[in-house]
């Protein structure tokens, strides 16, 4: 945790030693459920529920996120260019930070989460670039297995949302133009959450943003800093569609402080409202300095490790929105 937002590790960040070894590690085996970090046949993170929300929290099982975290795999001294599937030390890490805190914002649907070998953060720095690349691939290919053996096996024709953040997305638009897109399976998309990455604006064919909070069948992207701020990204990483989680719209619009419904910060338990407004500008999400209790000691500009708990509780009830649109369309 820094400054009481979600340490969720990201594609944005220092630059790491790189990982020496090139052994990979086998596959992961899908129908076995320890290779699942979130799983409905079992208890995990994914499933706590703030105790402000407690009360009236039920689960609509009829519809099911598919949710990939972020990379969390950043060890100065890591030998391998890909996470082991079974280090315990870092699937406990995923899990008590993006399971608990990312993928939660999602559970009133069905969450499955796969534990996949990540690529180490380093990829997205490293100059050898088909290194990089070799290792994001591999990662990929466990997100594609996972989600095929999730439909063959878990899905039994029910709508879905696709949700990631960081790495998970490097790797879910790539799932959805393969799996989705363009597919007879699109008509089950309620909506993807693909979030912490650019999406570039041609990326999709057909797919396309949300441009309402009510809209289905289309995606949400957004990456987040502090108003008048612009990172030194290289040009091809500065073209991205943005959709404000606070009104729903790719325009410029403000949505002001008063519509953010509340962040989950370093208390779990405790729901913070109006932490900050938005506003969508050119190709990042601008926001006002987050206040929260404490807030005066985080100065960073880049708020990519917040990108989902600072606006839980708008996801959540924007999922349950678009939930309800597309079973009224059907």
Known sequence: MIGGLLLSACSSGPRLSVPVNNDIEPAPDYSQIAYWAAHPGKQDPSDL????LQKNYVKDSSVDVF?????????????RWNAAIDDAELNNKIDGSSIKYQASAFNECNVF???YRQAHIQSYYDKDTSQALKAFDIAYQDVKAAFEYYLA???KGKPFVIASHSQGTTHSKRLIRELVEGKPLQKQLVAAYIIGIQVEPDYFTSLQPCRDSTATGCYVAWRTFRRDYEPDYKPSSRRSVVVNPLNWKTDTSYASVGMH???ILRNFDKLVPAVSDAQVYKDLLWISRPKFPGSWLYTSRNYHIG???LFYMNIRENLSVRIKSYKNQR
């Not at 529920?49 to 402000?52: N, R, Y």
């Not at 949710?67 to 060890?75: A, G, M």
């Open 307 to 309: 990108d989902i708990n």
């Open 67 to 79: 949710f990939i975290y972020p990379t969390i795999y950043t060890h100065k001294k890591a030998k």
């Open 49 to 52: 529920v703030p105790a402000a």
């Open 261 to 263: 419904k509340g962040a």
């Open 113 to 115: 989460t796969p534990r």
């Open 153 to 155: 096996n878990e899905n």
